[in-house]
């Protein structure tokens, strides 16, 4: 089938079965390779990407549920690494084998979206499903905290940089 | 933090082409790293000392790494060493991954925690090579001693003179020189370390969380089909019919044929292969179709009757003795007290999160592979064998592999996608599904023990005997499933017998994270704990007093010494009881704490596991201490925490819930829902000390596992009275009142 749907900012129109899984669309059609295929069931959160803002598992979503929506994949996340979750995975070596990460980096960009300073309890509920099986679970955790710290610092000098512009005008 | 830092920015421009070194590029390389397609020739003036260093006239410093990356740091730390004695700026460095190629760069192997004690020396010695060589071309322009010229950060300075002159300035010169043996250059004072010792972040990192490909399955080469393998799910059964005529009209499908495989349980084996335009294509086509296969006399193998068997063996006599010390007899008739406990583990799956993967291509004759492997020269022996080509006519490029853990040291999945790809006539990218892989792993083998201690009046071990039932043919054990018999504490004891009995086994077995180790230290650390509990001593306390007891009196070549060194065992036991403030706190019933040590891959851990079990029997882990010797230096520091957290981790994830079990020649489990990895909410603090000492740095990617799992376990009896013998602990019912 025919879909439109928008991919990382841009509109993508491609022909492809009806069932076939955002996740492999992104993957073999439109050569996204950065979103992974860990177990195609649910089961693992590798491939989890953003459709209207929400952390999604993509193996499970087929092409029909596509049309008019808005992907956001781990390519897209920001321009240049900037995302503060990237910043961080990179400050504290995050990833081992780095498989699982950018799946983990997308559930944690959705729960620092709606929860700029969540607690060890409210990560652990929203990375429930994302496995890494070299178990870098420490890190991530960490990684979370201190993409918090780095979002609400970049937040606050935002913040004074309007306040100054003000104070100038 | 906008702007990317210009070390990470830099490394993007990583030129592929070199990777193929020695002339094993077919033309022009695919860009699968996103890179650019780009010519193989080297311009001409680059300072190449050896085969892990090159400098450009422009200052460009690449070091080559030559091991399979696994997520174990090994692309990071091996780069590190040369870097040190070259001595530039790690911030300077390109790092590049090299070819399979043995001749040019030695051994290139993901296992053993083999890499550190091999390249430790080796790698600086390339290194120092590279430095001595552009001291002295700088010195003899300058018309000066070398030995008052000084190097730093890819410069070498003449302090006197106040001259200075860039690597890249002198590369072209230095490549008109012949390069020192390398057993005479002389390296730095492990004082003057500028980048060992440091923790340095991964040099994938960037890629990693910006979603580049890097992966074996992120590869791509141009005309290739995406191709499913499927095989019997009892191992090893050929295919009686298929339909493939069908199947070969379904949408997308462009090729579907047999493979008669063979009988190797490593190697290829039986099977339909189904090729189509995309990989969903293949996947959907695969759901069409309908195999049968021939009878196989695996299917009458079960785990229920490898228990069976294991239980008639321990009612006779081992079929044979591997190691008798002493007089176990007369110890026994002579002991205080006698302990007898039988203990049993399960198959393990490995379970990379990457799935198994492999692109082949093939043509003229000559094969080009792209795989996530851990041996890639045991690939291309399997490969060269089984299609009957050269081995120098194939190139296999090292992908970086999502998890490794010992799954990927076996080649099954790249012998197939070479296979496909040649009768094919199209290059191919095989991609397993995760049932395949689950159900067609190399299992860690299951294994039973019967064990028998006895202890005299001061509480001493006077005898120690195990009864290993295990598999193989009565010749041969099968891959993995043999354990040393001078494990420890055998010849820390004066009468000791380790007998073996055999069953055979149609189950493909392999490596898995610390093999052997990660089966025995739980039966034997715990048994330990069992005989410390009849002895009335404490679980830390008889296990120095254990240590002290000291090797045998002679080593025989039957019966040698042990190869632990008590002093070092001692060490990391000393040290993690002091961290975890062990024997000075008191638990209520329902807590408890639990120690463990082993010796594995050259390396000595002792672990304290605490835990809370709930009177329904749910387990909390509250916080592991762990306590390493692996020498000098901790090369990366972290990198080494996140092994050991990781290692930690990985055993209490087997501890707690993992298990295949065979049934009907098959693996009942198919996919992480009945084979579960850990997860966040069930990850407790593990706090890392390091003991250092003066032995030569061992590696770190696997000796941390093993004694977390006894530690887990006598935490358990501490917290509940009962004892695991078997596991995984999701089998036992650990309530109490
Ligand atoms: S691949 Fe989608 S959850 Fe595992
Ligand atoms: S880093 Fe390997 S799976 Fe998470």
New binding site residues.
């Given amino acids: 089938m025919k879909i439109t749907f928008s991919v990382n900012g841009t509109n993508r129109t491609i022909d492809v079965p009806a069932d076939m899984p955002l996740l492999w669309i992104l993957r073999d059609t439109l050569d996204l390779k950065g979103t992974k295929f860990g177990c195609g069931q649910a089961l693992c959160g590798a491939c989890t990407v953003h459709i209207n803002g929400s952390a999604t598992r993509s193996c499970q979503v087929p092409a029909s549920a596509l049309n008019g929506r808005k992907v956001v994949t781990i390519e897209g996340l920001s321009a240049q690494a900037s995302h503060p979750l990237q910043q961080a995975w990179q400050e504290l070596d995050v ?7 950018a799946g ?1 980096i997308m559930q944690a960009a959705d729960l620092l979206s709606s929860n700029p300073q969540p607690t060890d309890e409210d990560i652990d509920a929203a990375m429930y499903g994302n ?4 178990a ?1 679970y420490h890190r991530i955790r960490a990684g979370i905290h201190r993409a918090a710290e780095l979002a609400a610092s970049s937040r606050a000098s935002t913040q004074q940089d309007a306040d100054s512009t003000q104070g100038v005008a | 933090m906008s702007t990317p830092s210009p070390i990470l920015a830099r490394r993007d421009f990583l030129r592929v082409t070199a990777v193929a070194g020695g002339g094993m590029l077919l033309g022009t390389m695919v860009d699968f790293a996103g890179i650019g397609v780009v010519n193989a020739m080297e311009p001409a003036g680059e300072f190449m000392p050896n085969a892990f260093i090159r400098i450009s006239g422009a200052g460009v410093i690449t070091i080559l790494a030559k091991n399979p990356e696994i ?1 174990q740091g090994i692309r990071t730390m091996l780069p590190m060493l040369v870097a040190e004695e070259l001595d530039v700026a790690w911030q300077q460095v390109i790092v590049e991954q090299a070819m399979s190629d043995e001749a040019k760069y030695g051994s290139q192997f993901a296992g053993g925690s083999m890499a550190t004690p091999t390249n430790w020396e080796p790698l600086r010695r390339a290194g120092a090579a590279g430095r001595q060589m552009l001291v002295a071309v700088a010195a003899a322009s300058w018309n000066v001693p070398v030995g008052e010229c000084t190097t730093e950060a890819g410069v070498v300075h003449h302090e006197s003179s106040r001259r200075r002159a860039t690597y890249g300035e002198l590369a072209s010169r230095a490549a008109t020189m012949t390069p020192p043996a390398l057993d005479a250059v002389k390296l730095k004072d492990p004082k003057d370390f500028r980048i060992i010792g440091k923790s340095i972040p991964g040099v994938d990192n960037l890629k990693i969380v910006t979603g580049k490909p890097l992966f074996g399955i992120d590869v791509t080469v141009p005309g290739m089909l995406y191709a499913i393998f499927e095989k019997s799910p009892v191992f090893g059964a050929r295919v009686a019919s298929a339909n493939v005529d069908e199947v070969r009209g379904l949408p997308g499908v462009k090729q579907a044929f047999v493979v008669e495989g063979t009988t190797n349980l490593s190697g290829l084996m039986p099977g339909v292969a189904i090729l189509a335009d995309s990989w969903w294509a293949a996947r959907s086509a695969r759901r069409q179709l309908r195999v049968t296969w021939e009878q196989h006399p695996t299917a009458q193998q079960s785990s229920a009757g490898f228990r069976a068997r294991a239980k008639e063996f321990f009612a006779a006599a081992p079929q044979t003795v591997a190691r008798q010390d002493g007089d176990v007899v007369t110890a026994f008739a002579a002991a205080a007290k006698v302990v007898e406990a039988e203990y049993e583990y399960p198959f393990l799956a490995h379970a990379p ?1 990457e799935p198994q993967n492999c692109t082949a291509s093939f043509a003229n004759g000559k094969l080009e592979i792209w795989a996530p492997t851990q041996a890639p020269q045991g690939g291309r022996q399997l490969v060269a064998q089984t299609l009957g080509i050269k081995p120098e006519d194939i190139a296999i490029h090292m992908m970086r592999c ?2 490794g853990f010992g799954r990927r040291l076996l080649n099954d999945y790249m012998v197939e996608a070479a296979w496909i790809a040649r009768q094919a006539g199209v290059p191919v990218k095989l991609v397993w599904s995760r049932e395949d892989d689950t159900q067609h792993d190399f299992y860690r083998p299951a294994g039973f023990h019967k064990l028998k201690g006895a202890v005299d009046a001061n509480g001493r071990i006077t005898a120690w005997e195990n009864h290993f039932a295990t598999f193989g043919d009565g010749q041969r054990f099968a891959q993995a499933a043999s354990i040393s018999p001078n494990e420890f504490p055998i010849s820390f004891i004066p009468n000791a017998l380790f007998g073996v009995s055999q069953m055979p086994l149609g189950v493909p077995t392999g490596f898995l994270r610390a093999p052997t180790s990660n089966a025995i230290a739980f039966v034997y650390q715990s048994f330990i704990d069992e005989l410390a509990l009849a002895a009335g001593k404490d679980p830390v306390q008889f296990r120095l007093d254990l240590l002290d007891q000291g090797g045998i009196v002679a080593a025989t070549p039957a019966a040698p010494a042990s190869p632990v060194n008590a002093a070092r065992m001692k060490g990391v036991l000393e040290l993690v009881a002091e961290k975890s403030e062990w024997g000075k706190r008191k638990f209520p019933r329902g807590s408890g704490v639990g120690v463990g040590m082993h010796f594995s891959h050259r390396g000595y851990f002792a672990e304290v596991v605490e835990v809370n079990v709930s009177q329904r029997g749910e387990v909390k882990i509250v916080k592991v201490w762990v306590a390493g010797d692996v020498g000098s230096h901790i090369i990366n520091p972290s990198g080494a925490m996140a092994q050991v957290q990781g290692s930690v981790l990985d055993g209490i994830a087997q501890a707690m819930k993992q298990e295949i079990t065979i049934d009907g020649g098959r693996s009942v489990q198919t996919s992480l829902a009945d084979y579960e990895l850990l997860r966040i909410t069930e990850v407790p603090p593990v706090e890392v000390h390091f003991r250092t000492t003066e032995f030569p740095p061992t590696g770190m990617g696997e000796p941390a596992l093993p004694p977390v799992i006894p530690a887990l376990a006598s935490a358990i009896f501490m917290a509940t009275g009962k004892r695991i013998r078997s596991l995984p602990l999701a089998r036992h019912d650990l309530s109490w009142s």
């Fill in positions: 990833p081992q084998c780095g498989y699982c990460q983990q496995l890494c099986r070299c870098s | 997520g999160l999502g998890g």
